[in-house]
């Protein structure tokens, strides 16, 4: 198993949900935390939550969508870390609405921090994480990244290429000291269905709707899905499924590449 204890992660998203769930998971075992989001007092929070695990932490606010505050990023956390070990690219949002509803400048917002903030930091990271005597890249995924639902095309997008950056680079980084997971998360109950974006011409009748069924769907405490994750980096895997509900939408669009929306529509509306 990978040994975490005393190790550096980075971890974007710190201020909550699954952010926070896996940096407790990680300070459990006694590794060490740069926290980056643009939450500052969620990140306070999650900072005071896991304080007592006796690793050092420290917060630092980033806008995952301002490429030029990711290129400074790096020597932030060198200032209060000797190096950087893991990479957890968690942080991410949401948006509702079908590809006619979604405004142009909507889908660009999504995708400059679910897939072009995962890039970003991947490249602005990867010379520290070279010179760590083992690494790794951890990049969230979705559920959303196997399967892709009428109504999500801009989510699915971004998620499907986070899997097909993260799949590509751990080729190219076969041969080094770096690894790199994907993680497909099912629904982990946190607050991304709340704060996620809608399409302008979707009435406030049908997002309160949308809002009410996507709770229902996200059941998951975001501390297992943290726990599961960690897991996983321990034991250097490069794909983790998060939740019963990934797992079983893995198994069927591999049976089904083409056809599973013509099972799971029915599913989903039930």
């Not at 990680?26 to 500052?40: Q, S």
């Not at 797992?247 to 083409?258: D, Q, S, Y």
């Amino acid at each position: 198993m990978l040994k975490l204890e005393g190790r550096t992660a980075v971890v974007t998203g710190a201020a909550s949900g699954m952010g926070r769930a896996i940096a407790t998971s990680l300070a459990r075992r006694g590794c060490h935390l740069a926290l980056a989001d643009i939450d500052d007092d969620g990140l306070q929070r999650t900072a005071a939550e896991i304080i007592a695990a006796g690793v050092r932490i420290s917060r630092h606010h980033l806008d995952l969508s301002d490429a030029g505050a990711i290129t400074a990023f790096p020597p932030r956390v060198t200032a209060e870390h000797p190096g950087v070990d893991i990479l957890v690219n968690n942080a991410g949002v949401a948006l509702g609405g079908t590809f006619e509803q979604t405004a142009e400048g909507d889908f660009e917002w999504l995708f400059a921090i679910n897939f072009w903030g995962v890039v970003r930091m991947t490249r602005a990271f990867l010379p520290l994480l070279h010179k760590s005597e083992e690494a790794r890249i951890v990049n969230l995924s979705s559920l959303f990244g196997l399967i892709a639902p009428p109504g999500q095309t801009a989510y699915s997008a971004s998620k499907f290429a986070v899997r097909g950056f993260s799949e590509s680079l751990r080729h190219e980084l076969a041969r080094t000291n770096i690894g790199v997971t994907v993680v497909h998360r099912g629904g982990v109950a946190t607050s991304i269905s709340e704060n996620a974006r809608m399409a302008q011409s979707i009435s406030k009748e049908e997002v309160a709707e949308r809002r009410e069924r996507a709770k229902a769907f996200l059941r998951l405490p975001p501390e297992v899905a943290g726990e599961v994750i960690v897991r996983g980096i321990e034991n250097r895997r490069a794909r983790v499924l998060v939740g019963g509900d990934a797992k079983g939408m893995a198994v069927i669009e591999r049976l089904m590449p083409v056809t599973y929306w013509n099972f799971l529509g029915r599913v989903f509306r039930r």
